[in-house]
């Protein structure tokens, strides 16, 4: 049997309650929504480009323990990184969480490697990527995430 | 009551209807119960979802295909005969359960929001137009929501919900002043999904009928739980959905009046629905089997017959009483959680608890409740304009069966315990 600390562990829980970069951003230049109408879990992400690198990020909006860790550590591993090395560690997030991740994967995601115990929970998957396709969206340009059948 | 006098009573009144649930005895009919999910005993508290199935509905499905498969209406030989008997008699047993005036007036569907559809689709489109109104109210399940939405953008028609109250009660009056000539026709759940409300219906069909217009009601919560008589609500129409009462999944019933059912125009096009066919015309057939295109649900009919006979052979009233205390001992042993709110709490309820704790979201709650083999319900419940009108984003929702017990409800107490373990 999975452990709930697996899934729960202290710093989601930390993060979940005191969320970092929780706020609307009056720089940005980017921003979309995400939206899981399974749960009615919903964020905004907004993002200040500066060419290609994320000079500023930070979200809003209302959601379970795990989407909105995520969402909080999500904004924090970014800030300051280029859209494709974003891309990158979001691979590598979806990987982890869906349990797909090469055993080196932990280590180059850092703080977000408390996210493994996702993969126990298939039903929670959508939760932790939530932020991060609205990420992908506000990217994009694309006021709305669409989130994929499959996570 | 003394045992004497109790006994007394089941002497001169030997009514099965007065003596308590042997719920032990319920829960050896139901399989599924009987395992662990996690390494603990499955609580089974999604009723409102879907119920369990009693061996009854199981065995009959399987003696169905076993012994008498066949299409049914067709074949002159014994196998179809015989299928078709067995659906017709599984017709028969609803018309019983509702208490409808002639079998005629029960059609087959695939459940509570097929019946709704079809109503919009047939009734709906005949009788409503531009500038008209569909009255509904604010605690109706998407399913009694959608389906008029389509119709009114169709015709241009209005869409208009009568309020409820903090406490999840119908505001009967405002229901009242909202009913105008434009109104064509009014749809209303019996119980509510998210909240447990027991919604007025004689009432609102008495007012809704001294402006003549017509009432749909949904029951997909009320029929496993209440007794329903369709000729004393007078109703017009009358939903509900096989699952959620014990029997097989895709089928489901739509009730109407005769007189209603007759002067429909037919919802979907096919084989059984016709009388006579010829490339420039075709006629129909009568009614329900007007309603009834293709090839049924055969199975389906028979297993639903089945569950019903289960429901009557333990009776409404029995299982309501039961459920009733199980609603009650639930709520006095959740309501003293520190940081724990009750969603719905009108006076006339149904075995639904829908609550909020803290800052916890219910998507949490649920995975927690999960690994201690609880099953509830989280989320928006299919009635986001309910969340909206209580402002939360989701409940948690523990809706109580028959085969439910006290100890069940202990469960689920320990369980929001732990979760405020987890969060703390
Ligand atoms: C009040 C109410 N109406 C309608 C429905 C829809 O039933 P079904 O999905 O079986 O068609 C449900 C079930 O979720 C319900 O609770």
Redesign the interface.
Do not use: E, N, W
């Given at each position: 049997?999975?452990d709930?600390?697996d899934?729960?562990q202290e710093q989601i829980?930390e993060h979940s309650?005191a969320p970092r970069n929780f706020r609307e951003l009056g720089t940005a230049n980017h921003q979309a929504e995400g939206n899981n109408p399974?749960?009615?879990?919903?964020f905004t992400v907004y993002l200040q480009m500066d060419g290609d690198a994320i000079r500023d990020i930070s979200f809003q909006g209302?959601?379970?323990?795990?989407s909105?860790a995520s969402a909080s550590m999500m904004t924090q591993a970014l800030k300051g990184k280029t859209r494709a090395e974003a891309e990158q560690i979001f691979e590598r997030f979806h990987k982890l969480v869906t349990g797909k991740g090469a055993n080196g994967e932990e280590e180059e995601l850092g703080k977000l490697a408390v996210f493994s115990g996702v993969s126990e929970?298939p039903?929670?998957v959508k939760?932790a990527t939530l932020a991060w396709h609205t990420l992908e969206a506000a990217f994009e340009g694309q006021p709305e995430a669409v989130l994929p059948d499959e996570d | 009551m003394t045992t004497a006098a109790r006994k007394l009573g089941s002497e001169s009144c030997p009514s099965p209807d007065t003596e308590p649930l042997d719920v032990e005895k319920i829960r050896a009919d139901f399989p599924i119960l009987h395992q662990q999910i996690?390494?603990k005993p499955l609580v089974y508290l999604d009723n409102a979802a879907t119920s369990q199935k009693p061996r009854a509905v199981i065995e009959a499905i399987t003696r169905y295909y076993e012994s008498s498969n066949a299409n049914i209406h067709r074949g002159v030989h014994f196998l179809s005969e015989h299928a078709t008997e067995e659906h017709e008699e599984a017709r028969r047993t609803v018309q019983r359960f509702l208490n409808a005036r002639s079998a005629n007036e029960i059609v087959f569907v695939r459940g509570t929001t097929e019946a709704i559809n079809l109503v919009t689709q047939t009734y709906g489109r005949a009788h409503v137009g531009a500038g008209d109104e569909v009255l509904i109210t604010g605690m109706e399940h998407h399913s009694d929501i959608v389906p008029w939405q389509l119709l009114c953008n169709e015709k241009g028609a209005k869409l208009r919900a009568a309020p409820i109250d903090d406490n999840g009660a119908l505001l009967l009056e405002e229901f009242a002043r909202l009913l105008n000539p434009r109104t064509k026709i009014v749809a209303v759940t019996h119980v509510s999904n998210a909240l447990g409300t027991i919604n007025p219906v004689r009432k609102i069909v008495e007012l809704a009928h001294q402006h003549g217009v017509p009432v749909l009601v949904d029951g997909a919560q009320a029929v496993p739980h209440i007794r329903v008589d369709v000729q004393a609500l007078d109703c017009d129409f009358y939903a509900f959905s096989g699952h959620k009462i014990y029997g097989p999944t895709g089928i489901g019933v739509l009730y109407g009046k005769a007189s209603h059912l007759n002067a429909m125009p037919p919802y979907q096009g096919g084989g059984d629905m016709i009388a006579s066919v010829t490339f420039e015309k075709s006629t129909y057939n009568k009614v329900p089997y007007k309603f009834e295109a293709g090839t049924p649900d055969i199975a389906g009919a028979i297993g639903l017959g089945a569950a019903l006979r289960y429901v009557e052979s333990i009776g409404l009233d029995r299982i309501a009483a039961h459920e009733h205390d199980l609603l009650e001992y639930a709520t006095q042993a959740i309501s003293p959680i520190p940081g724990l709110r009750i969603v719905g709490t009108a006076k006339e309820k149904a075995g639904v608890l829908s609550f909020v704790f803290d800052?916890?979201?219910?998507?949490?709650i649920g995975?927690?409740l999960d690994?201690e083999g609880i099953a509830i319900r989280?989320?928006?419940h299919c009635s986001?304009p309910v969340?909206q009108r209580f402002d939360i984003?989701?409940t948690a929702r523990a809706s109580f069966a028959l085969y439910n017990t006290r100890e069940e409800v202990d469960a689920l107490v320990r369980g929001i315990e732990k979760v405020r373990e987890?969060?703390a």
């Open positions: 049997m999975s709930l600390r899934l729960y829980l309650k399974l749960c009615g879990d919903r209302a959601g379970c323990a795990i909105k929970y039903a929670r939760c | 996690h390494g800052t916890v979201h219910p998507h949490d995975t927690i690994q989280t989320g928006h986001q969340m984003p989701a987890v969060f």
